[in-house]
């Protein structure tokens, strides 16, 4: 793979995922692929990661911090004991 073909490859990751952190996480795992068959002898130039671009996150950190706050998932499970909790009241 070329350096052309890994921007293309990581381009096409970044449309699907939303966090730079996990196409910079696909791309280290076929990294580790290409120094394998590097080292097995296959001709597979090196690109380094400073070449590629990645994409940007498509939400901010704080934008799925304030949806995870926001939700209307209960504060805990009830469950026997805690049914009788002052902290879990709000959940009955």
């Known amino acids: 793979m070329n350096l052309s073909q890994l921007q293309s490859f990581v381009t096409t990751v970044g449309r699907r995922v939303d966090r730079r952190k ?25 690109v380094e990661k400073k070449d590629i671009v990645f994409p940007a996150d498509k939400r901010s950190f704080s934008s799925t911090l304030t949806l995870l706050r926001e939700s209307s998932m209960p504060r805990c499970i009830p469950t026997n004991s805690c049914s009788s909790s002052p902290r879990c009241a709000d959940s009955a």
């Open 22 to 46: 996990t196409a910079e996480n696909i791309y280290g795992t076929l990294g580790s692929i290409l120094n394998l068959g590097r080292k097995w002898g296959y001709a597979i130039p090196n």
